[in-house]
DNA sequence: TTGTATGCGTTATCAG
DNA sequence: CTGATAACGCATACAA
């Protein structure tokens, strides 16, 4: 489906400058609004410029002058809640800079950023993204230009990182449920694909309090609403006992709630739930959905000073972005 | 804030060149992977591009022969639940035509528009956008690059459009309460800023039920979830005989829900909703909203379509996006 | 006020 | 296989 249509040759300076008959040079100080001409002259060349349709290349402007820079953003899938936040931050931070945003998506599909991320280096001067990937493949498709990785830790010393304090979130998550007389802990992870931390940190908080998470423990889902819910029912049939389940997301928290509504279980008496991300959309559904919250507005904006740190040459900086645990309803 | 670091000067293919003791063209050569070339110096040149970090200067290739053509798109608020399933359908679209996607937001400033238009006009070959500001501002703002508006029909000959056949939606959600037995409907509007169509296609569908819509039927919401809420605070206190609400939109109908909960309000028994969008959301909430629902997805598809024709110089298209009323609980 | 000449970094053409 | 040389479209000294 990839059509090209042949350019009938652009309309430059040149062009305009013939048809109002004066210099390239003339067009050139009447379009960017120099000040030393003519008014007369500059009209006429406008008019000329207008009637042409004439349009300046940005390339051959931005070969004189160094133009915006232009920062290349890679997520796997804008209509995924979680993201369009962070996008947000992202878009706004670069206009405080003056920047411009080139998006693009893997379509969840993560074998697809190496591709992604050579084709945005070829317009971009920087690119951050929510990539999962490994850093040498990251390295090897990035090929040089400045990346930061938003979402997890990296290795690779020339990358920018904005991690996630996962650890601090989960411990506050299990603390709470624990206090609240919870001793029989559920979790819905996920399979792969996604932050491979957040179970052992799970693991670990509920260690803290002497609590071991068998394998029964801990169901897998696919990262759907549906594979939330699969995921609880079956939870809830070889652990009947347990009382509180933490959710790898809050979509995944969704699923529970779809799940529980069919099993009859209610939320958050017959079973808590913490979910984590904090999605705005957890406050519209009942119960409220009590969640591990992360500000990805501030995670994108993060990213950004990032990158410009990675721009100006300075070494590449390991962010923590903290995370807050919101108490709602559901636990 | 705009914090610009003095480039050190890029490193160019010359330098390399120098440094790989051979002819800056010997390192195009190289760089780009053409054949005719000694493995040896290509491993040579390629090792010496490595030291001095060269990337290619995307503004000298893209003079030189044109690169992959870069769309424009202008959203008013990337959180806003409409628009990440239209960004998620205007950058797949994109992407099949091998085009790049700039993204920016107006921040929900429709007066920033010609602002971020003109930006983006420099980057961009082409623009499309959910756009309310009046043609002729628009056409100033774009200086004859290709305009594509969704979500509205417009005026000017030049732009493309996307329009929603709104008439046909809000015909068939007030039809379909009408047969439900309801007769006082009432309806949440905006007040501006949003799509002035949708309120007249009320008041016309209810008179061919010869239903007359009085004003206290109407209650103006700021466009939020609590504006919505206090608007039907506002309709049910005024007019408490209404079994039935239309909302601008599912955002507001949001609100509607919340102001039922605390009113004590039960839907769809007291009072029946139907919403404007078709957010994903509304599966959600309980119970799941009814909606005059819009492929939000293929609006973009089509947007970038649209945007295509312009590009290769076809005459400007009027695209009207079908709609379809979606019956879940609420009504 | 206007025109001429130069260079920005690449790629392409055409010699060597 | 490699190296000059000429565009590409524009902006900016500098000259007229």
């Not at 529980?260 to 079973?271: N, Q």
Request: with cysteine.
């Amino acid at each position: 489906m990839s059509e090209q249509q042949r350019p009938p040759r652009r309309v430059t300076l040149k062009d305009v400058a013939k048809r109002a008959g004066v210099s390239h040079q003339t067009v050139s100080r009447a379009i960017n609004d120099k000040g030393e001409i003519d008014p007369e002259t500059r009209r006429r060349v406008l008019e000329a410029a207008r009637q042409l349709n004439y349009r300046p290349s940005r390339f051959a402007r931005g070969l004189v002058s160094p133009g915006a820079t232009t920062l290349g953003l890679v997520v796997s899938d804008v209509e995924n809640p979680f993201f369009p936040e962070l996008i947000a931050g992202v878009i706004e931070a670069a206009e405080e800079r003056g920047w411009q945003v080139l998006i693009s998506s893997t379509q969840n599909h993560s074998g697809r950023e190496p591709d992604v991320i050579r084709t945005l280096a070829a317009q971009a001067d920087v690119v951050i993204g929510y990539l999962s990937a490994p850093d040498d493949t990251l390295a090897a498709a990035a090929g040089g230009l400045p990346l930061v990785v938003m979402g997890r830790a990296v290795g690779e010393p020339a990358f920018g990182a904005v991690e996630v304090d996962t650890d601090a979130g989960v411990r506050a998550a299990v603390a709470y449920l624990v206090a609240r007389g919870h001793r029989a802990i559920g979790m819905i992870d996920c399979g792969d694909d996604g932050q491979p931390d957040r179970r052992p940190a799970f693991v670990a908080a509920m260690a803290a309090h002497d609590l071991t998470v068998t394998d029964d423990l801990i169901a897998e889902a696919e990262l759907t609403v549906e594979g939330g819910a699969a995921a609880f029912t079956h939870l809830r049939t070889t652990r009947p006992d347990v009382t509180a389940v933490f959710t790898f997301n809050d979509m995944l928290a969704l699923g529970v709630y779809r799940a529980a509504r069919r099993l009859d279980v209610r939320i958050p008496d017959d079973c808590a739930v913490i979910g984590f991300d904090g999605l705005p959309l957890g406050e519209l559904i009942d119960p409220p959905l009590s969640s591990v919250a992360l500000d990805k507005r501030r995670m994108g904006a993060i990213a950004v000073a990032e990158a410009a740190r990675l721009l100006a040459g300075e070494p590449a900086g390991r962010a923590v972005l903290p995370v807050e645990l919101v108490i709602r309803g559901s636990a």
